[in-house]
């Protein structure tokens, strides 16, 4: 069993910028690749980006290209998400998950051991 908990939230002003960590625990770390998403209220659960066990492949998606980097530690168990030139539209509540196939997905259905969740917030 894989358990994943999410840190590094928190209130900034639009352009700022924050990293958040999601450490795991439980199964081999290095084994499974594992996605950042977020879910503002209202709203549907949005991929933000993946990273491969190696992190030698990323994905993201277009609302953060550019501005958002992933990255994981396999020695510490921990995964990365830095976010730069943070805006209002990405206030929202980010979640880590372990992607369950072997092959690059959007869909949170493909995702299991959800962590509880950071909120970020940005004013403007």
């Known amino acids: 069993q894989v358990q994943l908990v999410e840190s590094g939230g928190g209130l900034v002003q639009a352009g700022g910028s924050l990293r958040l960590s999601c450490a795991a625990s439980?199964?081999?770390?290095?084994?499974?690749?594992l996605g950042w998403f977020r879910q503002a209220p209202g709203k549907e659960r949005e991929f933000v980006s993946s990273?491969?066990?190696?992190?030698?492949?990323?994905y993201y998606a277009d609302s953060v290209k550019g501005r958002f980097t992933i990255s994981r530690d396999n020695a510490k168990s921990t995964v990365y998400l830095q976010m730069n030139s943070l805006k209002p539209e990405d206030t929202a509540v980010y979640l880590c998950?372990?992607?369950?196939?072997?092959?690059?997905?959007?869909?949170?259905?493909?995702?299991?051991?959800w962590g509880q969740g950071t909120q970020v917030t940005v004013s403007s």
């Open positions: 998950a372990r992607r369950r196939i072997d092959f690059h997905t959007r869909l949170p259905n493909m995702y299991d051991n």
């Open positions: 439980g199964r081999s770390f290095s084994s499974y690749d």
């Open positions: 990273i491969t066990r190696t992190g030698g492949i990323t």
